[in-house]
């Protein structure tokens, strides 16, 4: 079993700041590659940021420049500043992470519960 539990997500004014974490845990082999999505009412799930176990970076083009994703290879965690916050930020926050799981050798995605973030106006 592997599990990705996010935290850090609430409610923050327009221009605020919030800093996301996402830990993986269970029966983990290896982590690839890492990323964070998010989803608004009616409108498809986006890429926000993703990052490979070298450091090597994508963002989605609306958070770039604003939001910043790291990684902690050592606690199996990543982790996604975010800076100068807009309301067309808001929706909820999914973990990702590609994880190869001691009981097979496929690379497999999984994701977390999903966390809200809401910036007001």
């Known amino acids: 079993q592997v599990q990705l539990v996010e935290s850090g997500g609430g409610l923050v004014q327009a221009g605020g700041s919030l800093r996301l974490s996402c830990a993986a845990s269970?029966?983990?082999?290896?982590?690839?590659?890492m990323g964070w999505y998010r989803q608004a009412p009616g409108k498809q799930r986006e890429l926000v940021a993703s990052?490979?176990?070298?450091?090597?970076?994508n963002y989605g083009d609306s958070v770039k420049g604003r939001f910043t994703i790291s990684r902690d290879n050592a606690k199996n965690t990543v982790y996604l500043q975010m800076n100068s916050l807009k309301p067309d930020d808001t929706g909820v926050y999914y973990c990702?992470?590609?994880?190869?799981?001691?009981?097979?050798?496929?690379?497999?995605?999984?994701w977390g519960q999903g966390t809200q973030v809401t910036v007001s106006s």
């Open positions: 990702n992470a590609e994880v190869v799981a001691t009981s097979t050798p496929r690379l497999r995605n999984y």
């Open positions: 269970g029966s983990i082999f290896v982590i690839s590659g």
């Open positions: 990052i490979t176990p070298g450091g090597n970076t």
